[in-house]
T-cell receptor, first 115, second 117 residues
């Protein structure tokens, strides 16, 4: 069972609209949660990184929230642009012994922005 | 460029053939990670190096997969006797520190797309 679940699996929105992507995780103990953007044919690029003590982090039009109690995170994109079309991947870092540094990836939400 | 580079970008192998995938991390980055990404899926962890030491190889799917980083910089992922299920994008990432405990970013390379026919 995947320890990081994302929803929706895919999403289509019109340019200029806002959207919110969801991430639920069961990874424990938790170190930090990241959102990555992956364009087709490219490696993932980090958007935000949050530790358990942070509940919101912004990067331009991207705002991530984290509720470590309920183990949920969201990524909100405002005023979407065509270039936002990509897969958005939620990644949770595990923090224990020999698996130090290991990341657990969700399957991603495929976002398509239409003009 | 100062980013993570991988080569080749594309590799087609016949089933049973051995392949070697190369990763050049960002200079000075201590940690190096290999991931396997199947079509439509998120990356799956394969193995992790801290300098030249392979600290975690629990994600390697079989003993046909072998990774090394002999001098603590460039890394090679080798797959012996390739099978069709090995077809995937293989991503390499590096980070300045140990990214599990500290929020250092992992910087990803563009990946090598392996197709086994």
């Amino acid at each position: 069972k995947n320890q990081v679940e994302q929803s929706p699996q895919s999403l289509i929105i019109l340019e200029g609209k806002n959207c919110t992507l969801q991430c639920n995780y069961t990874v424990s103990p938790f170190s930090n949660l990241r959102w990555y953007k992956q364009d087709t044919g490219r490696g993932p690029v980090s958007l935000t990184i949050m530790t358990f003590s942070e509940n919101t982090k912004s990067n331009g039009r991207y705002t991530a929230t984290l509720d470590a109690d309920t183990k949920q995170s969201s990524l909100h994109i405002t005023a979407s642009q065509l270039s936002d079309s990509a897969s958005y991947i939620c990644v949770v870092s595990h923090d224990r012994g020999s698996t130090l540094g290991r990341l657990y990836f969700g399957r991603g939400t495929q976002l398509t922005v239409w003009p | 460029g100062a980013g993570v580079s991988q080569s080749p970008r594309y590799k087609v192998a016949k089933r049973g053939q051995d392949v070697a995938l190369r990763c050049d991390p960002i200079s000075g980055h201590v940690s190096l990670f290999w991931y396997q990404q199947a079509l439509g899926q998120g990356p799956e962890f394969l193995t992790y190096f801290q300098n030249e030491a392979q600290l975690d190889k629990s994600g390697l799917p079989s003993d046909r997969f072998f990774a090394e980083r002999p001098e603590g910089s460039v890394s090679t992922l080798k797959i012996q006797r390739t099978q069709q299920e090995d077809s995937a994008v293989y991503l390499c990432a590096s980070s300045l520190g140990v990214s599990g405990r500290h929020p250092y970013g992992q910087y990803f390379g563009p990946g090598t797309r392996l197709t086994v026919t």
